[in-house]
């Protein structure tokens, strides 16, 4: 590194991370990167990783460079060997990365085995602990076969007999592989323990650089850091949730007069509604002659049309999600798909169960054509938002180690967007259950059809069982819903 200055934009001209860096490591040796926060150690090691570019200077490094981040960058519900074999991503095909090669396996479990994880092979990660985990990130980066390892805050979250273990275990390896070993660190008695040498950074200043061991000399002159004033302004303020309160009185203000209604009558529409749901209970002898038979086929016909709509519906809905993602797809591609989502959520599924009705004709068929058309404008968009909240450091990660756009999406976003995907498809089943019930109404297939007969010819005791066999069949399917979500988080 040779007279390196880097320099960040900012509103008001730039601000100087780097000034004047100058220093170079001998092959095979293990240098430490000391200073307070804020003083240019990270900013130096995206340098190194060829992250980024020095705005004045140069940077030369002979070999592959590895990284192993501060905050890991790890796939959480991924095994502990799928994250290594995310290592060899750069160097496979999107073919190969779905089923990596025996001989990536092998050499995956073995630096496993090395770095003291070998009875921990198929744990996710996300039940490691933090010595555990940070053995992954170490595995992985030399997954690469890297001659050059940049290890920032290796040892920072973890406790003091954990953090000289993996300082150990990074110097056992950089004499094994005859690694270039660079690290970043706070505690300066790990430094001085085990880095041949010590660099010191300070406001952007190499303000030391001195062999472990020695006495530290004085400090070089170094910029002072400039220092930042808060602005606090007066004033009393509302406090937001009373706001909401308040909107929401209001509203309900403003709404009532739909109602047209008065104390009197309101107490009579309230007798009348409970004489009515009276009748929905069905005497000993009405309950013998309902035609138990038809109303089970007719209800299974109904589940059956939820969930091959919703169903169905995911499946388009996957592809259209990951054209739409922000983090997936360029803006240009992703932007128009969501104004037609956004139109195609517009039609309630009553409507659409019109329009297959009169396209296709009476029957299950257009009930499930409208679910599957009402379902995927809503699992669209609940699966692009799922795959715009996946956690986007794995994801950089991966493309620091060469993998495509395709591979990050496989290796990284998908797993951590499969639970709220699963989600999404459970809560849309849910709610498919509750609308296949209504599309019958329009002679869309399913049990709504029977409830219709039973409320034009006012057989409303018919009317009560047909309610209380759907709400049976609410309660099973959220039943099996929080089953299954508990099972996939």
Known sequence: MVGVTLAYPAPRGSVVALSGVDFAVAAGSHVAITGPSGSGKSSLVALLANQLAPSSGRVEIAGRVARIHQDLRLVPRASALANVLHGALGRLTFAQS??????????????????????????????LSGGEAQRVAIARALMQDP????ADEPVASLDPENAAAIMTLLDDLRRERNLTLITVLHDLDLAEAHADRILRL??????????????APLLRGAAPAALG???????????????AVAAIALAV??????????????????????????????????????????????????????????????????????????????????????????????????????LFVAAVGLGAMAGVLALVAYSMG????????????????????????????????????????????????????????????????????????????????????????????????????????????ARIA
Do not use: C
Request: no cysteine; net charge neutral.
């Open 147 to 150: 001659d050059v390892l940049l």
């Open 378 to 485: 809503y699992l669209t968009k609940f699966f692009y938002e799922a795959f715009e909240g996946a956690d986007s450091a794995a994801a950089g990660a991966l493309a620091e180690l060469g993998a495509s756009g395709p591979q990050r999406f496989v290796h990284a976003i998908w797993p951590v967007a499969l639970p709220a995907f699963a989600g999404s498809v459970l809560f849309m089943l849910e709610y498919n259950v509750r609308a296949a019930s209504v599309l019958g109404i329009v002679g869309a297939g399913g049990i709504g059809h029977d409830l219709k007969l039973a409320v034009d010819w006012s057989n409303w005791h018919v009317v009560g069982v047909i309610l209380a066999l759907l709400a049976l069949a609410v309660i099973a399917v959220d039943s099996f819903s929080g089953w299954a979500r």
């Open 229 to 243: 004033g808060m602005q606090q302004s007066g004033g009393l303020a509302v406090p937001g949730s009373l706001k």
């Open 253 to 354: 203000a403003m709404s009532w007069g739909v109602m047209q209604a008065t104390p009197g009558s309101t107490q009579g529409a309230f007798a009348e509604a409970l004489r009515f749901l009276a009748r929905l209970v069905p005497t000993a002898a009405q309950l013998a002659e309902i035609e138990w038979a038809a109303l089970a086929v007719a209800l299974l016909d109904t589940l059956r049309m939820a969930i091959l709509g919703t169903v169905a519906a995911a499946i388009f809905a996957l592809p259209l999600a990951a054209v739409a993602a922000r983090n997936i797809t360029p803006a240009w591609i992703g932007y128009p798909v969501r104004i037609v989502l956004n139109l195609w959520r517009a039609v309630p599924s009553i409507v659409w169960a019109l």
């Open 98 to 127: 779905l089923a990596f090669p025996a001989a990536e396996t092998a050499r995956a479990e073995a630096l496993l085995k090395r770095v003291g994880l070998g009875h921990r092979l198929h744990a996710p990660v996300k039940t």
């Open 202 to 215: 300070q406001a952007g200043h190499l303000v030391a650089d001195r062999v472990a061991g020695e006495p």
